[in-house]
């Protein structure tokens, strides 16, 4: 009997699983960097829908976690912005990819970091190179997710790859400052 590709299910741990151990996942994602949601709404949340309670050792009590995490919120939101400074970006992107894999967070949720770092990258003649790297690796990681959801993804990774000036951005930072 073939299975379609919507009953499989893929399991991320942010940590080896003992055997025998119970296995919890997240509800509400308060530890993404891209969502604003704090780990008290997220808490509140599982209750009210769930009558889920946190345990003391969830990482939503984890205070150096949190502090981690929420430094990371913070760099996401200024990775972009009006009147950015792709430097700064990129540098802003690199640090944030590095506590992403320190927190060991989810690497599906680690694509829109990559991309943006594309998207940066690609701006300048002198970034290309780095901006071509991000969005090889945001291909081979959504190439890894066995999900219909990501074949879109993979194809215009793939694209952006073969012909980055595809990209609405592609050197934008060098055209507009060679008009100035």
Known sequence: ?????????????????????????TYVGFDDVGERITPEMSREELQKRWGIVCDENCLCYDKKYIQKLNYGKELDTAIVGP????????????????????????QV???RTLFDGFQIGI?????????LDYVNEA?????????????????????YMELPSAHTVYLLHDRFHKKC
């Open 83 to 106: 009147g950015m400074n792709p430097s700064v970006s990129l540098a802003r992107v690199n640090k944030l990819l590095e506590l992403e894999k320190e927190l060991n967070l989810l």
């Open 109 to 111: 949720r680690m694509k």
């Open 139 to 159: 291909y081979e990681l959504a190439k890894r997710i066995a999900h219909p959801e990501y074949n879109g993804l993979v194809k215009m990774y793939k694209m």
């Open 123 to 131: 701006m300048r003649k002198k970034t290309m190179k780095l901006g």
């Open 1 to 25: 009997m073939a299975l379609s590709l919507a009953q499989v299910k893929i399991l991320y741990a942010r940590r080896d699983i003992k055997k025998g151990e119970e296995i919890c996942f």
